[in-house]
């Protein structure tokens, strides 16, 4: 009844989190990708007053101008490197699904990192690639999630078309440092293989500065850039982002945009203008508060590393327990978290979203902790 290609697509495990918290009373939800505070005044006028101003129709698919200038000189302003080309799409979800279309042919290799984010495997599989996998678990216990450079170089094969790479990392919170990426970038050069690197989370960067993969395109031009306003501003359902690499690329991209998303909202996107006058350094402070309280609350009863980046942990299943029992007794509990195996092979570990006021993350912790102990 349905086509072939629905056999490979399954539902989000984050998704089925959202129906969950629909129907519970009093959810302590630490299971929520998407920031906890409300977008900036200035940003929500902007939109406003674009409304009120009848600036509702289509805009040019690429993107207004005023828009694509304003990303494209912040991101220059940060990384020392004007790309080439911008594509205003809604959402890095909507960038991640023009590029595979664009660059991936069916049975063509694409290697996506293990643990990964829900939208790799199921984009990947819609545009017909084949998904390999590179592995991030820790090599040993409170160890950090790091690509082995060696064994990514060992999964690559003549059909490999596209490496996917996201830092800071959802669901680990890990960050790519500048020498494993300089040498990611090397080695795709010998090959020829595309980098669609989604830096949605550059903002969330806790203990060094912001690395992106934006200066390597000065020497490489198989390489994708994509951020967004969702995480950053707090905006996640106005579906705004962008993709930076090379002319032709963004071109076939924006192509394909025509016939399916055709623009991002039009008053939205005058609202995100307004985005890059407003600082939200504040808010990485804050997070990186709350980064440190929940490694030091879980550190003694999870394995878990520190995150660098993002608003998650992904701590380790405590001893004991296997992951649907876990993730039941945490709901029990109130506490909703997201078990690991809906962002990879294995379900060894949990997903913990800090994003979420002092008050429910301390209550989360200390039930947590309280779960745990049951069978330590
Ligand atoms: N990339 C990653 C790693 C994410 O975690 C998310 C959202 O959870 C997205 C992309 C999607 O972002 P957007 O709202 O810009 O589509």
Same mark, same amino acid.
Not at 190 to 216: C, K, M, N
Not at 241 to 253: I, N, Q, R, S, Y
Not at 317 to 345: D, M, T, Y
């Given at each position: 009844?349905?086509?072939?290609?629905?056999?490979?697509?399954?539902?989000?495990?984050?998704?089925?989190?959202?129906?969950?918290?629909?129907?519970?009373?009093?959810?302590?939800?630490?299971?929520?990708?998407?920031?906890?505070?409300?977008?900036?005044?200035?940003?929500?006028?902007?939109?406003?007053?674009?409304?009120?101003?009848?600036?509702?129709?289509?805009?040019?698919?690429?993107?207004?101008?005023?828009?694509?200038?304003?990303?494209?000189?912040?991101?220059?302003?940060?990384?020392?490197?004007?790309?080439?080309?911008?594509?205003?799409?809604?959402?890095?979800?909507?960038?991640?699904?023009?590029?595979?279309?664009?660059?991936?042919?069916?049975?063509?290799?694409?290697?996506?990192?293990?643990?990964?984010?829900?939208?790799?495997?199921?984009?990947?599989?819609?545009?017909?690639?084949?998904?390999?996998?590179?592995?991030?678990?820790?090599?040993?216990?409170?160890?950090?999630?790091?690509?082995?450079?060696?064994?990514?170089?060992?999964?690559?094969?003549?059909?490999?078309?596209?490496?996917?790479?996201?830092?800071?990392?959802?669901?680990?919170?890990?960050?790519?440092?500048?020498?494993?990426?300089?040498?990611?970038?090397?080695?795709?050069?010998?090959?020829?293989?595309?980098?669609?690197?989604?830096?949605?989370?550059?903002?969330?960067?806790?203990?060094?500065?912001?690395?992106?993969?934006?200066?390597?395109?000065? %020497?490489? *031009?198989?390489?994708? /850039?994509? $951020?967004? #306003?969702?995480?950053?501003?707090? =905006? &996640?359902?106005?579906?705004?982002?962008?993709?930076?690499?090379?002319?032709?690329?963004?071109?076939?991209?924006?192509?394909?945009?025509?016939?399916?998303?055709?623009?991002?909202?039009?008053?939205?996107?005058?609202?995100?203008?307004?985005?890059?006058?407003?600082?939200?350094?504040?808010?990485?402070?804050?997070?990186?508060?709350?980064?440190?309280?929940?490694?030091?609350?879980?550190?003694? %009863?999870? *394995?878990?590393?520190? /995150?660098? $980046?993002? #608003?998650?942990?992904?701590?380790? =299943? &405590?001893?004991?327990?296997?992951?649907?029992?876990?993730?039941?007794?945490?709901?029990?509990?109130?506490?909703?978290?997201?078990?690991?195996?809906?962002?990879?092979?294995?379900?060894?570990?949990?997903?913990?979203?800090?994003?979420?006021?002092?008050?429910?993350?301390?209550?989360?912790?200390?039930?947590?902790?309280?779960?745990?102990?049951?069978?330590?």
């Amino acid at each position: 009844m349905f086509a072939k290609r629905m056999e490979s697509i399954g539902g989000s495990g984050v998704r089925k989190m959202f129906n969950l918290i629909a129907s519970m009373e009093n959810p302590i939800n630490l299971s929520i990708g998407q920031a906890h505070y409300d977008a900036p005044p200035a940003v929500k006028q902007a939109a406003i007053e674009a409304i009120e101003a009848g600036h509702n129709r289509y805009t040019v698919t690429e993107g207004i101008p005023e828009l694509r200038e304003a990303t494209l000189a912040s991101l220059d302003q940060h990384f020392g490197y004007l790309p080439e080309s911008i594509l205003m799409t809604t959402g890095v979800s909507g960038g991640l699904l023009l590029a595979f279309l664009a660059l991936v042919d069916v049975g063509d290799e694409v290697l996506v990192p293990d643990p990964y984010f829900v939208m790799y495997t199921n984009v990947a599989a819609i545009a017909g690639g084949q998904v390999r996998y590179y592995d991030l678990y820790p090599k040993q216990p409170g160890g950090n999630w790091r690509p082995d450079l060696a064994e990514i170089e060992a999964s690559l094969t003549d059909k490999t078309k596209v490496i996917l790479i996201n830092s800071p990392g959802n669901p680990t919170g890990s960050v790519w440092s500048a020498l494993d990426l300089d040498a990611l970038v090397d080695l795709c050069k010998t090959r020829g293989i595309w980098i669609l690197s989604d830096e949605i989370y550059s903002h969330f960067t806790y203990d060094q500065d912001y690395v992106s993969v934006i200066p390597a395109m000065r %020497h490489y *031009d198989r390489i994708l /850039s994509m $951020g967004g #306003f969702s995480k950053t501003y707090g =905006i &996640p359902g106005w579906r705004l982002g962008w993709t930076v690499g090379p002319e032709a690329c963004l071109d076939a991209m924006q192509i394909l945009q025509q016939y399916t998303y055709v623009c991002c909202p039009t008053p939205l996107q005058e609202g995100a203008v307004a985005a890059f006058d407003v600082d939200m350094g504040g808010r990485a402070t804050e997070y990186r508060a709350k980064r440190d309280l929940v490694y030091e609350r879980l550190k003694d %009863h999870f *394995d878990l590393c520190p /995150s660098e $980046g993002s #608003f998650y942990a992904f701590p380790s =299943i &405590p001893k004991g327990w296997e992951e649907e029992e876990f993730v039941q007794a945490c709901i029990q509990s109130r506490v909703l978290i997201v078990p690991g195996s809906a962002f990879s092979r294995r379900g060894t570990h949990f997903r913990l979203s800090f994003a979420a006021d002092d008050d429910t993350l301390e209550l989360g912790l200390n039930l947590l902790v309280e779960i745990a102990e049951q069978k330590a």
